[in-house]
């Protein structure tokens, strides 16, 4: 099967005046123009080709690989505005269409916006969306509190900045957090800070490292979740108190409850350990 804005594996069948046609093993052909066929090559070769619509609208194959496949988010220049759309440089020929209904705000010549691309079902174009969150889902969370994960930074808000978690969920960075200059389009890696209610992510830029750096704190927080958000310790409590009930050294305890309040997860009262 030959996929609309993927890149396909597919090979070469024949010869023709305008390049050469490639087959799948659906014995689905396509287009590969001249400019793009190989110096050299051999029947039944094998190809990596990117396949999208020319201007008339026919499958056509192309070695370029554009910035943003299909399913993709990338931050993509606006080449020109007509009485349609936006068309946006996405590093091949034809131009990625971005209809003013999927413009999140008018976009202009010049401009740069970060985008989703798919495959509008009704024309069975490649599109572009710059509403963003719509491509997104947190339902059903991949994710889990301490997840080292794949940002890419998405717009800006009266609290922070808010990023696309793995290509799939929304997540939200305080600017409290943010030591850096970060702008939208920006690749990061980030880390699950805390998952709120609703399935919310809180992310952190800085390597909060508990896995590697404090394992403790992470005991710490499932046992503060365990017990409604409360334990009867503190940096005042005995050793043996805190052995008996974590199975960990004193100082283990006070480095581990010391980065968790550092990061703003518990706070420590006369009486005890909350969870924020």
């Known amino acids: 099967m030959i996929t609309l804005g993927q890149v396909n594996t597919l090979e070469i069948l024949r010869e023709s005046e305008h390049g050469i046609y490639l087959i799948d093993n659906e014995d689905n052909q396509v287009l590969l123009p001249t400019r793009y066929v ?79 691309c798919y495959l509008d079902e009704k024309t069975e174009r490649l599109v572009a969306s710059s509403k963003t969150n719509r491509f997104l889902d947190n339902t059903n969370l991949t994710v889990q509190q301490f997840d080292q994960v794949d940002l890419i930074v998405s717009h800006p808000s009266d609290i922070g900045m808010n990023v696309i978690v793995n290509k799939i969920h929304s997540g939200l960075i305080y600017k409290d957090q943010i030591f850096k200059d970060i702008s939208v389009g920006d690749k990061l890696t980030g880390i699950v800070k805390k998952v709120r209610p609703g399935n919310k992510l809180d992310i952190s830029l800085g390597q909060i490292g508990y896995r590697n750096i404090e394992p403790n704190a992470e005991r710490i927080l499932h046992e503060l979740q365990d017990n409604s958000g409360y334990m009867n310790l503190t940096d005042k409590s005995s050793p043996e108190a805190i052995k008996d009930q974590l199975q960990m050294s004193k100082k283990n305890f006070k480095k581990a409850i010391g980065a968790l309040y550092k990061e703003r997860q518990i706070e420590i009262k006369s009486d005890g350990i909350y969870l924020v």
């Open 38 to 116: 190989p110096d050299t090559f051999k029947i039944y070769d094998k190809l990596d080709v990117f396949v999208y619509l020319d201007n008339e609208e026919r499958p056509v194959a192309s070695t370029d690989m554009p910035y943003i496949k299909r399913g993709e988010f990338a931050l993509l220049r606006c080449n020109q505005v007509t009485d349609y759309g936006a068309f946006l440089d996405w590093g091949l020929v034809k131009e990625l269409f971005c209809p003013f209904k999927e413009q999140a705000f008018n976009m202009k010549p010049g401009g740069w916006y970060l985008v989703h």
